[in-house]
């Protein structure tokens, strides 16, 4: 059972849509953090959320945090073909905080 | 810049061999991870570190193995590589706290045959 479920999987869509990718658990954290890997990279850090409701944006992604610190949304307006890649969210491992628990990610494929 | 670099993109190597993979951060950071990453498993923790020599376990430590004799350096060794040892090895590095920043390098994909 994952603790992160991120939702969809795979997601295919076409220049210029707009879209949201959802990480949802049923557990409380303490934080959030967003990561986006490209195709043959390693991932890179987007966003951290740490309040409730929290809303955070960078350019054309906006991040939301839950109120609840459960969940988190990501929303992308007007995708390009460079936003391209692999989306994961992460948590800090309750048990110990030097390591981070993942979820599987949303595979995004942005077409021309 | 941050920087974190593993000593090789691509590696081929027979079942029975042993492979080092090796990962340096000039960040000075505390704390390195090894992580493998398969397709619908997502990313695993093999090993962490988070000091010169000291290391602890991760979800998958079986057949692995890890050196730190530096602080900048952290390496990853296939005792006895194995096909289902095939994946992409992915190093990282942060700095102790809360909500700190994972600093990826940029993998090793490893075949085993």
Known sequence: TQLLEQSPQFLSIQEGENLTVYCN??????????????PGEGPVLLVTVVTGGEVKKLKRLTFQFGDARKDSSLHITAAQPGDTGLYLCAVPNAGNNRKLIWGLGTSLAVNP | DVKVTQSSRYLVKRTGEKVFLECVQDMDHENMFWYRQDPGLGLRLIYFS?????????????????S???????????????????SMYLCASTV?????????????RLLVL
């Not at chain 2, 102790?96 to 090793?108: A, E, L, N, V």
């Open chain 2, 50 to 66: 988070y000091d010169v020599k000291m290391k602890e376990k991760g979800d998958i430590p079986e057949g692995y193995s890890v």
């Open chain 1, 25 to 38: 658990s049923s557990s409380v954290f303490s934080s959030l953090q967003w990561y986006r890997q490209e």
């Open chain 2, 68 to 86: 730190r004799e530096k602080k900048e350096r952290f390496s990853l060794i296939l005792e006895s590589a194995s096909t289902n040892q095939t």
């Open chain 2, 96 to 108: 102790s706290g809360m909500r700190k920043t994972q600093y990826f390098g940029p993998g090793t």
